[in-house]
C-alpha cells in the first residue's frame, strides 16, 4: 500500500512577490484602459470645434450656393442676387502669384540647408530666420509689402498682394520641405552615391521624387493659409468691385469680401459673406485632395 505524497508548499516569500506582480499587472492595465479612454475622449472633443465650423459654413452658405455665385459680380448695398466670381479668380491669381515666387525660394534654400550645407552658419541663420518669419503677424508683411511694392509702383495690384502673401508663405513651405528631405532614408543617398552618382544627381533623382508627397503637404497648408489672408491684402490689392483686367490693378479677394460683406448692415450680404466663406472652404479642400492624390508615393 502506497501513501499519497503531499505537493511541496511555495514558500512564504515566493507566494508575496507573485501577489505583488500580479498587482503591478491589473494595475497598468487599468492605468491603459483608463489613459485609452481618456486619449480617445480628448480625439473627439478636438474634432468638436472643426465640426461645428463646417456645419454652420454650410448651414449658412448654402442657401446663396448657385452656379451665378461664381460667374456674377458682388452685389452693391442694398441690392439681392450677385455673386463673388471676381474674388474667386483674385484669389486664385494672388495665390498662384505667391506660389510661383515662394516655392522656388523655399525648395531651393530647404534642399541648401539640408543637404548641401546642414551645419553651417548660414543654413543656421536661414533655420532661425524661417521660424522667426512663422511668428510674424500678417499685417507686418501686408505693411512690409505696401512699402516696397505699392509705394514703389504708385497703386494696389495683385502683384502686390501676391508678393505679401508669398513673404507669409515663404517659411512655412521652407520649413516643411526641410523636414520632407530629412525624412528620405540615408540608405538611398548611400545608394546613389555608391553608384557613382554625384550630389545633384542624388538630390534631383533620389531625394527630391521621394520627398515630393511630403512637400506637397506643406505647399497646401501654405495655400490655405494664404487663401485665408486678410490683412496683407488689405495693404496690397485692396478691393475691387469689377472683374480683373490687368495684374496692375486693385483686386477683389474671397477673404476681404468676407470681411467687407460680414460688417455691413445689409442681411443678403452678410449671407453672401458666409457663401464665399463655403466657396474658400471647397476651394481649399479642393486643392489638398488633389494635391495628395496626384503627388501620392506610388
Not at 61 to 74: A, D, H, I, Q
Request: net charge positive; aromatic share 10%; proline share 5%.
Amino acid at each position: 500500500m502506497t501513501s499519497a505524497t503531499a505537493a511541496p508548499e511555495r514558500p512564504a516569500h515566493k507566494d508575496f512577490f507573485h501577489k505583488a506582480r500580479e498587482a503591478r499587472s491589473g494595475f497598468r492595465s487599468l492605468v491603459n484602459r483608463v489613459l485609452s479612454v481618456v486619449c480617445v475622449t480628448l480625439a473627439f472633443l478636438a474634432l468638436i470645434p472643426l465640426l461645428s465650423i463646417i456645419f454652420l459654413v454650410l448651414k449658412k452658405g448654402l442657401p446663396l450656393l448657385s452656379w451665378s455665385v461664381f460667374t456674377e459680380l458682388p452685389p452693391a448695398a442694398g441690392q439681392v442676387g450677385g455673386g463673388i466670381g471676381n474674388a474667386v479668380v483674385g484669389t486664385l491669381l494672388m495665390v498662384g502669384v505667391a506660389l510661383v515666387i515662394a516655392t522656388p525660394f523655399g525648395i531651393l534654400s530647404a534642399i541648401y540647408v539640408n543637404e548641401y550645407a546642414p551645419y553651417s552658419r548660414l543654413a543656421n541663420a536661414v533655420r532661425f530666420v524661417a521660424k522667426l518669419l512663422t511668428g510674424i503677424p500678417s499685417i507686418i508683411c501686408g505693411v512690409f509689402a505696401y512699402a516696397v511694392i505699392v509705394l514703389t509702383t504708385g497703386g494696389f495690384s495683385a502683384w502686390a498682394g501676391g508678393f505679401a502673401l508669398a513673404i507669409l508663405i515663404l517659411p512655412t513651405i521652407l520649413l516643411t520641405a526641410e523636414q520632407a528631405l530629412i525624412g528620405v532614408s540615408k540608405a538611398y543617398r548611400e545608394a546613389s552615391y555608391g553608384l557613382g552618382a554625384t550630389n545633384f544627381q542624388t538630390i534631383w533623382r533620389i531625394v527630391l521624387p521621394d520627398a515630393l508627397p511630403a512637400m506637397m503637404t506643406g505647399i497646401m497648408l501654405a495655400v490655405a493659409r494664404a487663401a485665408g489672408e486678410t490683412a496683407p491684402l488689405l495693404f496690397t490689392a485692396l478691393f475691387s468691385q469689377y472683374w480683373i483686367q490687368s495684374l496692375k490693378e486693385p483686386t477683389a479677394s474671397l477673404s476681404v469680401l468676407i470681411y467687407n460683406f460680414s460688417t455691413a448692415p445689409v442681411p443678403h450680404q452678410i449671407q453672401m459673406a458666409w457663401t464665399a466663406s463655403l466657396v474658400l472652404v471647397i476651394l481649399v479642400t479642393i486643392a489638398n485632395v488633389s494635391a495628395q492624390i496626384v503627388f501620392r508615393k506610388k
